[in-house]
């Protein structure tokens, strides 16, 4: 049935006849009774008369009906707001405005719930998705440093038969290629345990997904694929379904494409194809695959209980740490990774937007008291006709609620648009699978907060109004050249809203002040025109990766790159480095410095680079030299540090010349090569500038910089300085990779781990810097908006009251007032109002400014504060001058006329 | 002429049930039958016959359907659905019962008790 239908019906369900069919019956019976009076003996015309006075009008009897059938209420209220409405159109501008304050607080605040409904209630689409747990290790020692690990297939079934778990998905990320076409195309794969579909419970958007009889025979070669890849790669072809997709030289039927909402994410990216886990076959000699598990616990579980379960299971065969650096099981949320860092930002922006409604419905409060002075003489009429108290507040409720409703609607429409923003602004810190969208919890949100809205501003102007004495306001419509009764209420409400919008301001001002502090702070390098790309060398297929496995091999093809890529017209310098890439940098490592005690543990960072890094990244050298190609072949006994190594580990000496050794660069797994010392002494032969290495807003951490052949992995990036924008060079760059290896290419996620991206592009994504600049952005938006509204509060109070004391206005003047004299009489109140918030706002700042600096991450700046009161004074004073200037342009004779 | 009696609230929608459950009417000819069948004593508030009519209708005790009138008019008639019927049957015992025991104590002299 349709929607209009199901109206329709519910319509009929509440009132189920029709006013015709109810005028037509009575009109029946009024004739008939009309016939037995003209039989005794009356004229027609008396009759008919007669009839209707007995029995009523047909045109009355509907309204008789409904309020039979218990409608009588509802017709009022429908009254109400029609009433309201016409009321507001007939307003234009007093509508436009209030509307437009809710709009912008409800459009906020709504958009700020859908955005927390989509991305921490309810941000993935798994079915369970809080029963979902990942598994991870903590000890005491460091509990916020967790570690992820995988489990075998028999593991991952140990798991699966514990009490608590009803079912247990493992998964594998691993970079591919799409050998089928022209050029490879770097993917990103995650290959899926069989059981996925039952586990997830996320309906493919197309065909099917992987299911426990794809494991078959060794694994069927079916893939199922990512609802964006589906978009990139095959424009969205709705007949993908059967035809063949070739990953790595093995053709692979694609079975299914999910949804856009499924973006399963192992930790190192988004999958753009899933594969059936029974395709991921060991390597010869190497140990059996591994999953990283997820586990499903059953309903009514605890995380507590689970944990003490599992916990034997999972530590089995793992060598333990006495005391508080042994490993404990942790069960965490699928949720947590990014709850962790959002709820602070939610909250913080959350605040902001409440802060916003409540400044709207200020202003909607003073705007209804200010024109209800305007309307006082109207309500009289109505208490002096018998409306009660009851009656007009109820109607002045209802006129508020309409206000609010219209105000709802706008926001809840901007809402969609307003919601996205975040997400715009700060991308990687949301889970890639929440999609915003106005579902039915936004909607009944929305609403409730409308009414809740009209309630809130409109009470308080409907009880003032409404108690107001009938024989003091009719006898005449003059008010105004006696003093206006005290006007508190308004008063008290534009010295909080103008409190609440410095707070606002203050906070803005705090926030674009970190983040201009972040964008201004020396980064020790040089991000402009350069640009990352990651290859991965050909670990999965047997024969290539033969060719190249060996140490020496692998260098030489890596060189060969490098200087095919220096050799592309535009680009200017090349360097080679491994997880190198400033602002981040691989994890700390410990080593031992010569002449040092054996109970030190020095932790450093250590960076496999290539010599030329320090000149693509434009890092200083502050002493000594950096080394040749010779010793970049070689790999060992060198060493180059940054400043803050030599000043925190050799302050006592002369860095240069000085010995290190790093115990842990060994071949830790089997892709892995080393050089033949990589772990003896190396010699200090230079001291670089301090580059960024801890994300852009943390102290640079001690480095030490090694040639990257000491510690070669499956992957390499290339940092690729240009003299323009990279990614023009980017095609030609390409072709050239493709010159040394036709299967060779670089990976086209923007994942930090091995991506391409440019160096500006990796700062925009740091995590601190996104928030400082996500928080600016959105707190100077919320902070203009509330200075709008709280200008366009004080504009109309000043506005309404002139306009009504025009004639004492004139008076005054006429008695010889001087004019400025006058003007001070028109905005005392208002600007006294304005003055006492804003010493409300300095006081309650100073008060939150400890808070909210722990809160941003970001010192509480008292110079933003001190700004945003000034600005915000002199604008107050505008707005206060601008409409007052009317109070003295009135003639004092045409003023006078009136009384 | 015999005096012409008000009927107590709520006696109306009792009466017009029973009018009904006499055979289906249209809505005059249930005005007519009551004043019928009171002997003309009744002289049935003319704005709160509608309204009774409505109630009872929206409470499903009673149902209308269009049909013909005796003069050959369209007119709707009334007829009792069974819940109207249990109604008519629980307040006509109620009635019975409240009068009897009103005019029970009415009726009592000084002596007797």
């Known amino acids: ?899 | 002429m015999t005096k012409p009696v008000e009927l107590p609230q709520g006696t109306l929608e009792m009466l017009i049930l029973k009018a009904i459950s006499l055979g289906s009417l249209h809505g005059y000819g249930i005005l007519l039958r009551i004043q019928q069948i009171s002997g003309e004593r009744l002289e049935i508030l003319q704005g709160s016959f509608y309204t009774a009519i409505y109630r009872l209708e929206h409470r499903g005790w009673i149902q209308g359907e269009w049909g013909e009138s005796e003069n050959n008019r369209r007119a709707r008639f009334y007829s009792l659905t069974s819940a109207g019927a249990r109604q008519l049957k629980t307040e006509t015992a109620k009635w019975i019962d409240m009068t009897a025991v009103v005019a029970g104590i009415l009726d009592k002299k000084a002596d007797k008790i």
């Open chain 1, 1 to 899: 049935m349709s929607r209009l239908g199901q109206i329709r019906k519910l319509w009929r369900f509440i009132a189920p006849r029709t006013q015709g069919d109810v005028e037509e019956e009575f009109r029946s019976t009024l004739d008939n009774y009309q016939e037995d009076l003209i039989r005794q003996g009356l004229s027609e015309e008396e009759a008919r008369r007669k009839a209707r006075i007995d029995l009523g009008q047909p045109a009355a009897q509907n309204e008789t009906y409904r309020e039979a059938i218990g409608l009588r209420l509802f017709d009022e209220f429908g009254g109400d707001i029609r009433y309201g409405l016409r009321a507001l159109h007939r307003s234009p501008g007093f509508a436009t405005v209030a509307i437009l304050s809710l709009a912008l607080g409800i459009g906020a605040t709504t958009a700020m719930f859908s955005l927390i409904y989509a991305v921490l209630l309810h941000p993935f689409p798994y079915d369970g998705a809080d029963r979902i747990m990942n598994p991870v290790f903590i000890n005491q020692q460091h509990p916020e440093e967790y570690q992820y690990f995988t489990r075998s297939k028999a593991q991952m079934d140990d798991l699966r038969r514990a009490a608590p778990v009803e079912s247990v998905l493992g998964f594998s990320g691993s970079h591919m290629e799409i050998t089928s076409g022209g050029l490879p195309e770097d993917i990103y794969g995650a290959y899926l345990t069989e059981n996925a579909e039952t586990f997830l419970e996320v309906r493919p958007l197309l065909g099917r997904n992987i299911e426990p009889s794809d494991a078959e025979n060794g694994g069927h070669s079916v893939v199922v694929l990512n609802y964006r890849f589906w978009h990139r790669h095959f424009g969205a072809d709705p007949h993908i379904i059967g035809r063949t997709l070739e990953i790595d030289h093995t053709p692979y039927i694609i079975i299914g494409v999910m949804p856009r909402s499924f973006a399963f994410n192992d930790i190192n990216g988004v999958g753009d194809v899933y594969l059936p886990a029974s395709l991921m076959r060991g390597v010869a000699n190497g140990p059996a695959p591994s999953y990283i598990p997820w586990i499903k616990l059953r309903p009514h579980v605890t995380v507590e209980a689970a944990n003490a379960a599992l916990e034997p299971i999972v530590l089995e065969g793992k060598k333990q740490p006495s005391g508080a650096s042994a490993w404990h099981l942790a069960l965490q949320p699928i949720i947590e990774p990014y709850q962790q860092d959002l709820g602070r930002t939610f909250t913080l922006l959350l605040a902001g937007v409440v802060l916003l409604l409540i400044i709207g419905c200020a202003n909607c409060s003073i705007l209804l008291l200010a024109r209800g002075r305007a309307r006082l003489h109207e309500l009289a009429i109505r208490t002096a006709i018998g409306a009660s108290r009851w009656r007009i507040v109820r109607q002045l409720l209802v006129e508020a609620l309409v206000i609010s409703c219209a105000g709802a609607a706008l926001g809840v429409a901007a809402s969609y648009w307003i919601a996205r923003l975040p997400l715009l602004i700060s991308p990687d810190s949301f889970p890639a699978e929440s999609v915003i969208r106005i579902n039915a919890s936004v909607l009944a949100f929305s609403v409730a907060l409308a009414l809740l809205c009209g309630i809130f501003f409109g009470l308080a102007p409907a009880l003032r109004l409404s108690r107001n004495d009938p024989s003091r306001a009719l006898p005449g419509r003059q008010a105004g050249s006696v003093a206006a009764p005290a006007r508190h209420r308004w008063s008290v409400l534009i010295a909080a809203q103008v409190a609440l919008t410095l707070l606002l301001m203050a906070t803005a001002g705090t926030a674009i002040r970190g983040f201009l502090r972040l964008t201004q702070m020396p980064l020790g390098y040089d991000p402009a025109n350069v640009m990352q790309l990651g290859i991965s060398l050909h670990a999965h297929d047997p024969a290539e990766w033969s060719r190249i496995q060996s140490r020496e091999a692998r260098t030489a093809y890596i060189e060969q790159i490098r200087d095919k890529i220096a050799s592309v017209p535009g680009v200017s310098t090349v360097a080679v480095g491994i997880d190198a890439t400033p602002p981040d940098a691989d994890a700390q490592t410990s080593f031992i410095v010569d002449g040092s005690g054996d109970g030190e543990q020095p932790q450093a960072r250590v960076m496999l680079v290539d010599r030329r890094y320090f000149g693509a990244l434009r890092i200083p050298q502050l002493e000594g030299r950096l080394w040749n190609a010779d010793e970049n072949n070689r790999g060992d006994f060198i060493a180059v540090v940054n400043h803050a190594f030599a000043t925190r580990y050799l302050s006592s000496s002369n860095a240069l010349g000085r010995h290190l050794r790093i115990p842990g660069l060994t071949a830790s797994s089997r892709n892995q090569a080393v050089s033949a010392q990589s772990t003896a002494w190396r010699q200090i032969i230079g001291v670089v500038g301090d580059a960024r290495n801890d994300g852009v807003d943390q102290p640079v951490v001690p480095a030490i910089y090694i040639p990257y052949t000491a510690s070669m992995r499956a992957w390499v990036q290339f940092l690729v300085r240009t003299e323009s924008n990279p990614f023009t060079s980017l095609h030609s760059i390409r072709a050239a990779i493709a010159s040394v290896s036709s299967d060779q290419q670089i990976s086209n996620s923007a994942s930090a781990f091995n991506g391409t991206f440019t160096l500006s592009q990796a700062i925009e994504r740091d995590a601190q810097y996104s928030r400082q600049r996500l928080f600016s952005i959105l707190f100077g938006v919320f902070s203009a908006m509330a200075l709008a509204l709280a200008l366009v509060g004080i504009f109309s109070v000043v506005a309404y009251s002139v306009a009504q004391r025009t004639t004492e206005f004139g008076i005054r003047l006429a008695l010889g007032a001087p004019r400025a004299h006058v003007l001070w009489v028109a905005v005392r109140i208002v600007l006294v109002s304005a003055a006492a918030g804003i010493v409300l706002g300095l006081a309650v700042d100073s008060f939150l400014g400890s808070l909210l600096a722990h809160w941003m991450q970001n010192a509480f700046a008292v110079g933003s504060l001190f700004t945003a009161a000034a600005l915000l004074a002199l604008s107050a004073l505008l707005a206060c001058l601008l409409p007052a200037r009317r109070a003295v342009a009135v003639p004092p004779a045409q003023a006078l006329r009136y009384e």
